[in-house]
């Protein structure tokens, strides 16, 4: 039996499907009375859906769990768990359990819902997608495309006249070489865009590059495919040709007006009075949902594809918040959780290796491909080399813009319905694909490290600022809940004309409701550069400025920016503008902070993907990192304000190492020129215990600290103190009884420096490592401690190019520039 999908199927006739004809019983029931009963469930038509759906989406899973770890896409495992269910497999271990997906009514059901879901997610891509990209790409995005377009079709179209007198018959009656020349040459943004966020490369240069390139692309095939097609049949000899050729012009202008005159407003009408932060109520969504299938059932009756509709509409529409924001939480998981996987398995239910038994045709075939996946791969390097980008970044965009060809067989469900292939050149197609699509994605993976041109070249340090330069601080804030105490971090440091600070904000949000990410400049009154079209953004950079514009004339100044990316690569957007604004330190949120009850809460309703992120800022960053937690002891003092003693009160607990050093460098900066209060409470444990360690870390540790009780101690508003203690207990102790007297308690993370005797006892008990063993001292519940708390962690010496770094890439180094990111 062909497992061949019937290409109309009617539940209540015949259908053939290649030579073979099933009947499908008449006035059949969907459900059965369950085995009990006598009868097998998996004969109706209900029970053996569920069955599908189960088994593609346990197996895909499974196959996923074990192909992650060499970083091969969702898709390429879907479509693994389809082959092993099929014939290739399952087929012949246990025929009877592999026939339950090849009968007719298994096909029907397959096909109708992972159409449905394919229409769905379809229109889902097109509202999250972002077509400013096409204004906003460079030339060397248009190059791309261009050349990655041209340069395998004709390459391709050479080789096939080349090889000419060796195609076979069918081949040529069916048009197969050329259909692969049109597939293979596009580059779909859906497959693009989808299998860099797989790959967690969304934030990246070269996949943000790759995105625009990929958008361009598809724009000007649609338009040039639709103008070569109108074309051929207005030029037709045959009356009716062109006739059909004027209709379906005729019908397709009048689609495009429907979608802009009708659903369009329909939808923006829906949406329009949404609260801020609101999703859409369950009536909007199914009449959103409502209008997408009435689109895309008016494509099918003009003869359009059944997604043309649905995507171009979704097009049409705002991305982002209300609508984006609700088709991902209220779609996503169904649709490309579960039901898209069985559109996938598809591919891989009709592959059976067992029918490659012509070598000489699956070598044409093998042909073919590589000369259109060799000319797509120098197409699009050729652009990229003459602008200058390195060989090796330009070798991995061009695999990434062959990502098309990977899953072009999943996601256009090109192949699951065509007539091109029979059996045996399908699956030595389907090997390719898959092949190909495993090794793609593993090299990028493997060669391309974002967080590579993070190394700065230079000290980027509090440490090793001069006297007198301005503070480059990259603050980050998610949400207004971080706004009050960065500014009073900000207020407490007290910039000054004599000590500037330069403040870069980063509003940082998660990409939700949109399929590419965005960093750039904020502006006022601009909602494309704000997350989701709101006003969070706005208010977030109006109370930052209203701070600057408070402090003395070039005491201050700011450059805000705009952050949407999924939290796994928030962090190279982060290191990113650290990195080209030359910050000496980066400042995040933690992601927990004190409820007005006392207990710990998350500051967002993703806490621990902030954590993570947070956790990756500390391990790339090109600077230093410092990590506030907001206890509500921090307030910003107003500049005219007179106030008794002094506005705030700074404790650092110093026990050694550099971070701890680029601790006391923030705390002596934030006294440096203005009356605050700092004491330097230093812990040494006894002579006999300090055997052993780093001479040169306590070289060091000693002779910044006597500068600092030389230069600034004066016993009233800078004072220090030395503590000598036997253990663990008796520091915690001076630590519990000297914090309340503070509202800001600053601590080194010493996550790489020299472990302490002091902290072995309390090492243990350390719930959050991104926070060092004092830090999570200090913060946790149990110790009680009501005081925010900064914990520091100065630039590595690997993020300063001073190891694993050759001195050719030092010598090399470009140019450090203060221009917009």
Known sequence: MSREAPPAPHLGGDVTVNKSRFCFPPNSVATSAGVFAGEDPLKFYFPLLLYHVCAVFALSRGVHHLLSRINVPLVISQIVAGALLGPSLLGRVLPHASELFATPEGWVQLNTVGAYAFVLQIFVIGVKTDLGMIVKSGKKAVAIAFFGTVGPHLAMYAAAVAIGARVPAPWKANMMLTNLNVWWSLSAFIVVCTTLGDLNLLSS????????????????????????TSYLLASSPSEK??????????TSVIFIGFLVFVARPTILRLIRDVPEGGLLCEARLVAVLLTTIVCSFAGEVIGLHATYGPFMLGLMLPGGAPLGVTLGERLDRLVAGVLMPLLFAQGGLRLDVFKIADASICLLLEF?????V????????????????????????????????????????????SKVFDEQVY??????????????SSVVKHMYHPEEKYVAYHRRTVEHRKLGDELRVLACVHSQADVSPMLALLDAASPS???????????????????SSVLRAFKHGDRNCVPSGGTDSERIV??????????AVGSASLLPYVCIAPYATMHDDVCNVALEKRAMLIVVPFHQRLAIDGSVENTTASGGSVQAANVNVLNYSPCSVAILVDRGSLSVVNAGAATDGFPHRVALYFLGGPDDREALALATYMAEDAPIGLTVFRFLPPPEWRKGGDPEEDRLDEEALQEYVSRWADDNRVTYSENLVCGSDEMVGIIRK??????????????????????????????????????????????????????????TRAAAGEISQSPEKNAEKPPESDGHV
Request: net charge neutral.
């Open 374 to 417: 060799a000319a797509k791969q120098v197409s699009c390097m050729l652009p990229c080399l003459y602008c200058g980008m390195p060989l090796r970044e330009a070798f991995v965009l061009g695999l990434m813009m062959n990502f098309k060809g990977i899953t072009e067989v999943a996601y256009g469900s090109a192949f699951v319905n």
């Open 542 to 551: 109006n109370a930052f400025q209203y701070f600057v514009q408070q402090r």
């Open 205 to 228: 240069k070269l996949g943000r590059l790759a995105m625009s390139a990929a958008l361009i692309g598809d724009f000007a095939n649609t338009i040039s495919i639709a103008g070569i």
């Open 497 to 515: 004309p004599a000590s500037p600070v330069a403040v870069y904000l980063l509003h940082l949000a998660p990409l939700v409701g949109l399929t």
């Open 427 to 440: 699956a030595a197609f389907m090997l390719n694909v898959l092949l190909l699509g495993a090794a793609t």
């Open 738 to 795: 000297s914090s309340p007297a503070s509202d800001l308690l600053i601590v080194g993370r010493r996550a790489n420096g020299p472990k302490s005797p002091l902290t072995v006892g309390i090492s243990d008990w350390s719930e959050h490592l991104e926070l060092g063993v004092l830090g999570d001292l200090l913060t946790s519940t149990d110790f009680g401690c009501q005081v925010s708390t900064l914990v520091v962690q100065q630039q």
């Open 241 to 250: 040709v062109q006739k059909i050729g004027f209709l379906s012009l005729v």
């Open 368 to 372: 073919f491909l590589v000369v259109g």
